[in-house]
């Protein structure tokens, strides 16, 4: 057989057939075909991940949210003063524990049913449903019976469904009893996890339902397309309740993983907002300069933890607080215009100027720290800090490795990958932790989401702070309905915290802060609140 | 006289970065229609060199023709242009190689490797190709020739592949056929066979050869005509029987002595003679005679050390470059 | 020939067993609760749901059996994090496009470097073979992260030619591929170069050149096809490359590939995803390198006896 130059042919084929296939294949129809009229206003954005799940009893993380709460109409959203603000739920009525929601008669599934208080019924006891094992089953432990049900072994299961307090009085009117009177209960609506699914649907199709071609939701926008790890469509709903207020037309969004790569899309004019989820550290000081660039306050935390049991003098906890320099590492190290941290609880939070404690320095105060640290008896010279190996976290603690050199303690490193940290951290954190990071994000407005982590049964709590005082602060806090009052618990349990006469378990570094990059054409509607959530309903391109 | 190749002061020389070799330093012969030359000298002394020269398949860096004409047929062979050699090689003149094993390409049928030559230049359609391949594999003694038209180099015995090489080479009927020690990698018994191969072909064909060899016994079994070749010259040029009889450099004669004798009695007490002295360097050669550091003849106060001799002629047909040939020195002591 | 087809598709049973186990049997080692995704910690109900769900709170023999007969009814199982989606669905819809990525990169590989090193080799000590193997090592050199970012730099952001990232248009596919094949290619060159100057030196050139046969049969019946017989054997070896180089390309190209995923479900300890794209790939690589060894017997004649 003669065979001339072989493979040369098979290169030039594989090349070809490859080059045929890719033409053929995926082409995506670039932008709407505007028809006459007005110009349609197109949004093109950059999404930062792709959404796990869009079913919002499986979704936790912040794309998929972001993804829900525009597809899909919570009952209620929050406002620009983070109060609660009527979406699908034109009222509400608070009776000590008990929670009485009336939907709107407006509000339309995509196919054409009405929203009903039952649909809200049959989600949330979805959610718990053991079945179904959702992540976030526990953001509803606040209702009588759920956790009971979500914890049912498969026999009782049934049963203890019907034991769950919530019901659909009537079409329009959902009924639900609490544990304790959780005043911020009704706020936390607006998270997705109390998200509305379209019952046939999800029983027609299984987990398939999410897909473009089987979904039905009730939001501003339609799900138009996902191609999964690549883009998510979303289209206007013209049979939305509001649809008249609505700007855009379509949504192209992006899915782009890479940090540095999203940031040269936005830059190369092919997407004019990013989703906020975070620039790249390196560039910081670059993107500071644009025009285009936003920074939005968080309702977040990043700090350090002790583990008492390694660090049990309280004095070399407070010394090693002081010592960090607050401001020195968010100017030189994660340069975000973060805000200093000197408490749990962040800065816009509701209440705030109540809490907040005055007690540890925004820069580092190193002569009250050698003072504490000359106090501290026994005190421990050789730790180790424990991170996880994500960008940037390594910058902060050599910066603090120094700073501790300077009172006179040896910190060794040590960074982990992620599943592994969370292992050492337990808890109970491994003996061989001293002091660890992390960071604590809002689930919902109200400063009991970063005071209620340091209970003695927390599962969040890595530090072995157990104080039976400060469990009895929180339960009492959840069951105050008056904000004044409550408050004042809240600055107890701070004070019990990061007071002067406070135990100090953790250290708090910064407030995050969202970064973005926003075309000046989107800049001003283009917003992210405080819980890293963007209603695209309100953006409007104007013309620059 | 029908002289098919004239070759006349031919220098072909290396450049590489040790210097200049002057591989072949002035070479005159010619080969007669229908007649076989062989070219005799040991290894190194130029023999392939000139061969390759005529073909102009040396790599041209390093190596460059410098000077000399080679005249085919009255068609001057230096300043062709590669398209017109490629007319040339294997279909007027032809090459036979020395090491039937690594002549022929392993990954194609050897009846693909002679067909592709009688395509090139008989512009045959595959079938009949097909059919006068089988013919020539037949005529070099191959048995089953039609099957092993199939059949790859490494299926073949050394002996056959280079058959199978001679086969190729004769395809075309080229008017001169340059074998470059085609027998050196052979056994011994196979090497005799190849020999009157060729030596029948010639006649069948009525080629003119080049029998190039450093075996003597060989170019006395096959040669009409004899060239003695050392340190890149033409030493001593004669018909076969008359350079055998009457040897007049003294190169010649130590290569004949050194051949064993088998006849003599004692053959087995006497040491092989061998000729004391290694060749020159050929990247600088000595100015004059380039034998002299070697020879018995050489005196002091003679041209030796002084001038390179030039070939003369000193009987019709013989010619020697020496300044001590046999029939001088008798001449003298006489 | 048949037979020893035959042969080695029976071996890959086995053998793709056996990385099943390896594959499960390290999973297993490496701690790590892949419902945990983020720093909160899971409710004891929510993570006993969830194991109940996904058969983890089962003895490791009877899941490794459960996902053994999973991968001979060819069901891959369930992802663990993106809940939505099987394995099965990950692997059709994202697969090809990786496969796409890695033909494309090679076939960049093929068509620039395998004539690079050819005319390298025929002028060689030329200034084009100083260039070209010059290019050749810094392309060796350059990590491909590095050379990916300055590509959207300086060809997408700076001159706008093309664009950053994404997979949907012909003009996506050029940077990626482009990226992906740049060691391949600097190794072809090489390679080629190498082989051919070898090839050059034989002597059954020689006798092809003193046949009369024109230059470009020559080099291209003669020189090339010996040439390229090695760079058959490269290829398979050079799999393994384009696979693994794949993650960093797919990730920064945001090329909705495997590649990357295969690595971010390690990290997320997504055990469906990881054991199922370790099967995958594992019966691509034996599959690669059954067809570079029946190419290299129908190239190389003398080897054929070989493969009986």
Redesign the interface.
């Known amino acids: 057989m003669r065979l001339r130059f072989p493979m040369l042919i098979a290169a030039a084929v594989v090349v070809a057939v490859a080059l045929v296939a890719a033409g053929c294949g995926s082409g995506d129809k670039k932008g709407a075909a505007g028809d006459g009229g007005a110009k349609s206003q197109v949004l093109k954005m950059a999404w930062g991940a792709e959404p796990p799940s869009l079913d919002p009893g499986l979704a936790t993380d912040t794309t998929s949210s972001n993804v829900l709460l525009n597809i899909m109409d919570p009952l209620v959203r929050l406002g620009d003063d983070l109060q609660p603000v009527a979406a699908l739920a034109e009222s509400w009525d608070v009776d000590g524990k008990v929670v009485t929601f009336h939907l709107r008669d407006d509000g339309r599934w995509t196919n054409g049913d009405p929203v009903t208080a039952q649909d809200f019924e049959y989600s949330w006891k979805r959610t718990l449903d053991p079945k179904l094992a959702a992540d976030y089953a526990y953001q509803l432990y606040g209702i009588v019976g759920a956790e009971a049900y979500n914890n049912a072994k498969p026999a009782q299961a049934a049963k203890l469904r019907d034991k769950v307090a919530v019901k659909a009085l009537d079409d329009r009117t959902l009924r639900v009893t609490l544990t304790s009177a959780q005043p911020w209960f009704v706020q936390q609506m607006a998270h997705h996890s109390f998200l509305a699914v379209h019952k046939p649907t999800v029983e027609k199709h299984g987990t398939k339902w999410t897909e473009p071609r089987n979904i039905v939701t009730n939001g501003a926008f339609k799900l138009a397309g996902w191609k999964h790890d690549a883009s998510i469509t979303l289209v206007k709903n013209a049979d939305w309740r509001n649809a008249d207020d609505v700007a855009l037309d379509r949504v192209e969004g992006r899915i782009i993983v890479d940090g540095t790569t999203r940031v040269q899309a936005f830059e190369a004019g092919e997407v004019d907002a990013l989703d906020g989820g975070g620039l790249p550290p390196a560039d910081m000081a670059r993107l500071k300069q644009m025009p285009e660039y936003e920074k939005y306050p968080a309702l977040g935390t990043y700090y350090y933890g002790f583990n008492l049991k390694n660090i049990p003098d309280v004095n070399q906890r407070r010394a090693m607080a002081f010592a960090i320099d607050r401001q020195s590492i968010i100017d030189n190290v994660a340069q975000a215009d973060q805000i200093p941290a000197t408490g749990m609880v962040p800065q816009g939070m509701p209440g705030f100027d109540v809490i907040k404690q005055d007690f540890l320095p925004t820069s580092a105060d190193l002569d009250k720290a050698k003072e504490f640290m000359a106090k501290a008896e026994d005190p421990k010279r050789k730790i180790t800090l424990f991170h996880n190996d994500a960008p940037g976290h390594k910058e902060v603690a050599v910066a603090v490795q120094a700073m501790w050199k300077d009172i006179g303690i040896d910190v060794t490193i040590k960074a982990q990958e992620w599943a592994q940290y969370l292992e050492v951290l337990g808890p109970p954190p491994s003996d061989a932790v001293y002091v660890y990071r992390l960071g604590w994000i809002g689930d919902y407005v109200d400063p009991m989401n970063f005071l209620e982590l340091w209970t003695s049964k927390s599962g969040n709590n890595n530090t072995r702070f157990a104080s039976p005082a400060y469990d009895r602060l929180i339960a009492q806090a959840r069951d105050t309905a008056d904000d004044h009052d409550r408050y004042e618990l809240y600055r107890q349990a701070e004070a019990m915290l990061t007071g002067p006469q406070g135990e100090m378990p953790i250290s708090p570094i910064y407030w995050y802060t969202y970064t973005n990059l926003e075309r000046e054409s989107v800049k001003d509607t283009f917003n992210i609140n405080l819980l890293d959530q963007f209603d695209l309903s309100k953006v409007v391109i104007k013309e620059v | 006289m029908g002289r098919l190749l004239e070759v006349e002061d031919l220098r072909t020389h290396f450049f590489t970065r040790a210097g200049v070799v002057r591989a072949v330093d002035g070479v005159d012969f010619s080969v007669e229609k229908g007649k076989t030359l062989g070219i005799v000298g040991e290894s190194g002394c130029g023999k392939s060199v000139t061969a390759l020269s005529i073909m102009r398949l040396l790599p041209t860096p390093p190596a460059r023709i410098v000077s000399g004409s080679i005249r085919f047929d009255g068609r001057e062979l230096t300043t062709l242009s590669e398209r017109e050699l490629e007319d040339v090689r294997g279909r007027e003149v032809a090459m036979v190689f020395q090491d039937p094993m690594t002549a022929l390409n392993p990954t194609l049928t050897i009846g693909t490797q002679i067909i592709e030559v009688l395509r090139r230049h008989l512009g045959l359609d595959d079938r009949t190709a097909r059919r006068r391949a089988a013919e020539l594999l037949d005529e070099v003694g191959i048995p089953r020739a039609r099957e092993r038209l199939d059949d790859y180099p490494h299926q073949f015995s050394g002996g056959m592949r280079q058959r199978v090489v001679i086969a190729i080479a004769i395809a075309c009927e080229p008017r001169l056929l340059i074998a470059d020690e085609p027998t050196t990698a052979l056994d011994v018994t196979v090497q005799a066979q190849v020999l009157d191969l060729l030596d029948d072909l010639r006649r069948e064909h009525e080629m003119a050869m080049i029998l190039i060899t450093h075996n003597m016994g060989v170019v006395a079994e096959s040669a009409d005509d004899v060239a003695v070749m050392y340190a890149g010259q033409i030493v001593e040029q004669a018909p076969a029987h008359e350079l055998f009889r009457r040897p007049e450099h003294p190169y010649t004669e130590a290569l004949l002595a050194a051949l064993p004798d088998l006849d003599d009695n004692g053959a087995r007490s006497r040491r092989l003679a061998a000729i004391p002295g290694r060749p020159p360097d050929l990247i600088d050669p000595p100015q004059a005679c380039r034998f002299a550091a070697r020879c018995p003849y050489a005196g002091c106060g003679d041209s030796c050390a002084l001038e390179p001799p030039a070939l003369r002629e000193l009987r019709p047909d013989h010619r020697v470059r020496t300044a001590h040939p046999a029939s001088e020195r008798e001449a003298v002591t006489a | 020939m048949a037979a020893y087809i035959i042969r080695r598709v029976v071996w890959t049973v086995p053998v793709v067993l056996l990385v099943i186990f390896m594959t499960f049997t390290l999973m297993k080692q ?17 993570q ?3 194991e ?3 058969n983890l709170n089962k003895p490791w023999y009877v899941q490794y059996a459960q996902y053994v007969k999973g991968v001979a009814t060819g069901d891959l199982g ?1 992802s663990l ?6 394995v099965n ?2 692997v059709e ?2 697969f090809p ?1 990786s496969i ?1 990525l890695g ?2 990169a ?2 960049w590989a ?2 620039l470097g ?1 004539p690079a090193g050819v005319l390298a080799a025929m002028r060689p000590n030329s200034r084009f073979d100083y260039g070209s193997m010059l290019f050749s090592n810094v392309g060796f050199a350059l990590p491909n992260f590095l050379v990916a ?1 300055l590509l ?2 300086f060809v ?2 700076k001159w ?1 030619m093309l ?8 003009q996506h ?1 050029i940077l990626p591929s482009f990226t992906l094949g740049l060691v391949p290619m600097a190794y072809f060159a090489r390679l080629v170069r190498g082989t051919m100057l070898e090839t050059l030196q ?3 050139v ?10 470009r ?1 020559v080099l ?3 020189v ?3 040439s ?2 090695p ?2 054997t490269a290829a398979a070896p050079l799999l393994g490359y384009i696979i693994t180089g794949s993650f960093i390309v797919e ?4 090329v ?2 495997i590649g ?2 295969y690595v971010t479900a390690v ?3 997504d055990y469906s995803v990881v054991m199922g794209l370790t099967v995958l790939l594992s019966i691509i690589v034996i599959a690669a390198n059954l067809v570079v060894d029946i ?1 290299y017997g ?5 080897t054929r006896e070989a493969r009986t």
Do not use: C, M
């Open positions: 490496i701690e790590g609760n892949p419902f945990r995704k983020t720093e909160r910690a899971v409710p004891a109900a929510v006993a749901n969830l109940r769900k996904f369930p994090v993106l809940r939505d989606r099987t669905d990950i819809e994202q496009r796409e033909l494309l090679f076939g093929v068509l395998v970012t959207i730099y997408s952001v706008g664009p950053t990232s994404g997979w949907t248009t012909w596919k034989q002597d059954y020689r006798t092809a050149k003193a046949k009369g046969l024109r230059r049969r291209t019946v003669h090339l096809r010996n390229l017989i760079v058959v990730n920064i190209f945001a909705p590939g990357r995923y990290s997320a300890r190419l129908i190239l190389d004649p003398r």
